[in-house]
């Protein structure tokens, strides 16, 4: 039986879920995910876990943070002098802003703290530093 291998072109079904059971991503009622096994355009730890699989092969793998979207960091909180936060924006905790990163990308951060000179803002992955469980079903290799 054929297993997918790096280089395969394969389409999956999977749930992300964290460790508390909450749901942050599915392909349930969508197309199933397609990528190239290999070539980095998964995270490292899904992208192995499809490795060797068969199509028909379900698996549930359990991705630490290192092998997913990394450790939250420090040097990824931006403190921003209120007097600079534009006189449109009302910024709450938990308000998601995007920002103009250097290359000119879009760069979501959420709104960490608020105090009468700054506000703090989270520009890490809203998954960094967790831990992910996916549920993987292979359909398709080629």
Do not use: C, W
């Not at 905790?93 to 920002?99: P, Y």
């Amino acid at each position: 039986m054929m297993q997918a291998k790096k280089g395969d072109a394969v389409q999956v079904h999977y749930t992300g879920k964290l460790e508390d059971g909450s749901v942050f991503d599915s392909s349930a009622n969508r197309e199933p995910l397609g990528f190239t096994v290999g070539a980095g355009q998964m995270i490292q730890g899904f992208d192995a876990a499809v490795h060797g699989m068969a199509v028909g092969d379900k698996k549930t793998v359990t991705i630490p943070a290192a092998e997913a979207y990394g450790e939250k960091r420090d040097d990824m909180m931006i403190d921003v002098p209120i007097e600079q936060v534009p006189a449109d924006i009302k910024p709450e905790i938990g308000m998601q802003l995007t920002l103009q990163g250097g290359n000119g990308q879009p760069m979501p951060v959420i709104v960490t703290d608020i105090d009468e000179k700054k506000i703090t803002l989270d520009a890490n992955h809203q998954l960094a530093g967790k831990d992910l469980i996916f549920d993987i079903e292979l359909v398709k290799i080629g």
